[in-house]
Every structure is written in C-alpha cells, then in structure tokens.
C-alpha cells in the first residue's frame, strides 16, 4: 500500500516575461493546479482499493484505469514546475558561452547552435506534447526528446534540464495555432539559465 503524499501546488512569479502574457500564465498556473490537485486525488482513490489489503478481481477495471490516469496526471503536475521553473523575467536568449549548459551541449552535440536546432526542431513537432533536453546522470550527455502528453517518451533515470511546453494551450491566447515557431522564440527569450545550469549534474563527461 502506497503511503499517502500530498502535494501542494508551487508558486511561481513569472509577471514581465516576453512575449508570454500575464492572462496565459495566469490561466496556465490554473490548469497546473488542476494537475496536483488530479494527482492528489488519484493518489487518494488508488490508496481506497487497499483498505481492505488487496485489489479484489472486480476492482481491477477502475484500479487499471485510474492507475494509467495517475500517470498522466502526475507528470502533468511534474513537468510544469519544471517548465514554470526554467523561466523568469529578464531571462536571457541563450545561456553564457562559459556556463555548465553550454559546454555540455557542445559536448554532447558537437556544438551549442546544433543542440538549440534539435531543441527547437522537436517543439515544432506536430502534436500535443513537451521538448525536453534531459541529462544522462550516469555518462552525463544530453539528450532532446519529444513526450506525447504528458507520460510518453519520458526516459526512465534522465534528468530533465530544459523543458518546454507546446501544448497549444501554453501559447494559444498570444499566438496563432501556426505561430508556434513565435512561441518557441519567446520562450526562448525567457530561459533562466541559471536554474538549467543548477539542474545538471556537477562534473560532464562526453564519454
Ligand atoms: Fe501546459
């Protein structure tokens, strides 16, 4: 039986950024709170199915489906904080020539500009989904991916280090559906490269 976590939405001060306004932070911050508050409560339903000590047979249809609904759920509440967390008002375009990031991207990548295309590559994707530049923490590469929803194409063990949300509802009231690449560059504009340079593991090693 799981023991029960609660999780308490984060606050984040993201007033003044570029080119993404206060009315889609605002409602974006709502739909955040909608995921811990989802998760908390599956958490809390999932954790019933045990008062008695086991999932009985008849169980197993709503034990299933609230289980998968968990798993996107909880990285829904996950992955925000760290999009939410990897922006800030003044941020920079790019990260200094000198910081942890961009001397692991040029390892990893061969160059910074090769990662960023590949980065902005996948947040063109069509669909409903993350661009998410992970670390290996065991040979410390980086690595950029695309997660369908909010659960699909995570790596297990990775760390995430820059994440960025194009689902359309993170830039729909400032953009038009086919101005994404907008977006991106506003995103873009607002990195905190400070905290993705926090996120990563202290030593780099392109081995
Ligand atoms: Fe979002």
Redesign the pocket.
């Known amino acids: 039986m799981n023991k029960q976590t609660t999780y308490t939405p984060k606050q984040f001060d993201l007033k003044g950024l570029n080119g993404i306004s206060e009315k889609t932070l605002e409602m974006?911050f709502k739909?955040?709170e909608g995921y811990v508050k989802e998760t908390n409560r599956l958490t809390q339903r999932i954790n019933e199915f045990f008062a008695d000590g086991q999932v009985d047979q008849e169980e197993m249809p709503a034990y299933s489906e609230l289980t998968r609904r968990l798993g996107f759920e909880f990285n829904g509440m996950l992955l925000?904080q760290y999009?939410f967390g990897n922006l800030k008002r003044g941020g920079g375009d790019r990260p200094d020539r000198n910081s942890a990031f961009h001397q692991a991207a040029e390892a990893s990548f061969g160059r910074y500009d090769l990662w960023r295309a590949d980065f902005i590559g996948i947040g063109k994707m069509r669909g409903v989904g993350w661009a998410i530049c992970y670390q290996d923490p065991v040979r410390k590469h980086l690595s950029n991916h695309w997660i369908t929803l909010h659960e699909v194409g995570n790596v297990a063990g990775f760390t995430p280090i820059l994440v960025m949300?194009v689902?359309e509802?993170?830039f729909l009231l400032d953009y038009e559906p086919s101005e994404r690449p907008q977006y991106i560059e506003a995103f873009f504009s607002n990195v905190d490269w400070e905290t993705v340079d926090k996120r990563l593991a202290a030593e780099h090693s392109a081995a």
């Open positions: 974006h739909l955040y925000h999009y949300d689902w509802h993170a």
